[in-house]
């Protein structure tokens, strides 16, 4: 009879993560930006190529405002840490776009163009909430403001479903990718309503 316990060994390969519990206690992984790389890449082109547009989709202007006064501008109360938080990972989905474009040309634009439609789904689901239905700009701009933190968790939601497509996957780092593509989206003026 040994009195050391058995040597447990975990091992994981393709940048995942082997972990050997023998405590009772629950494990919680840590998100990485690798784990979020190979994670966010074939979660855009999901994206992308279930979203095409029937008509060619327009130039994408990609200068926006500032994230403050956006935030600022649509009254984001809730989200606005989560997406301060996640603002610095944008050039790491900037890049997994650019190269998931080189392979297929528009992709880009047709992932902001599906994000958008995403959000104008979850606005009008907002407006017909009403009890009094908006009509001009200012009240459906009003209506957006109250409903900012509730229309970004919407556009969330219908973006990915945590449930179905990444089985395996973290739920945790399904949930941060999620808020990834959010943030790139709010950011790229494709989620609420620029600054004017």
């Not at 091992?11 to 994670?39: D, F, K, R, Y």
């Not at 407006?127 to 900012?148: A, D, H, W, Y």
């Not at 497509?165 to 399904?174: D, K, N, W």
């Amino acid at each position: 009879m040994s009195f050391f316990p058995p040597k447990l060994e975990a091992e994981a390969t393709h940048g995942g993560i082997a972990v050997v519990n023998n405590g009772s206690g629950p494990v919680t992984i840590a998100a990485t930006t690798a784990a979020i790389s190979s994670l966010l890449n074939p979660l855009l082109i999901k994206i992308v190529s279930t979203h095409t547009p029937y008509d060619e989709i327009p130039d994408v202007e990609l200068d926006y405002p500032g994230v403050d006064e956006k935030i600022e501008y649509n009254r984001v109360s809730v989200y606005s840490e989560v997406i301060v938080d996640n603002v610095g990972y944008m050039e790491l989905i900037e890049n997994l776009i650019s190269t998931i474009d080189d392979e297929e040309p528009g992709a880009q634009k047709r992932f902001l163009f599906a994000i958008n439609q995403k959000y104008k789904s979850a606005r009008r689901e907002l407006f017909l909430n009403q009890t009094e239905r908006p009509v001009t700009p200012e009240q459906k701009l009003n209506i957006t403001r109250i409903g900012s933190d509730e229309l970004i968790l919407k556009v969330s939601e219908l973006i990915v479903d945590i449930k179905t497509g990444f089985h395996g996957a973290p739920s945790e780092l399904v949930d941060w990718a999620r808020q990834l593509i959010v943030c790139y989206g709010f950011i790229h003026c494709k989620i609420l309503e620029p600054p004017k």
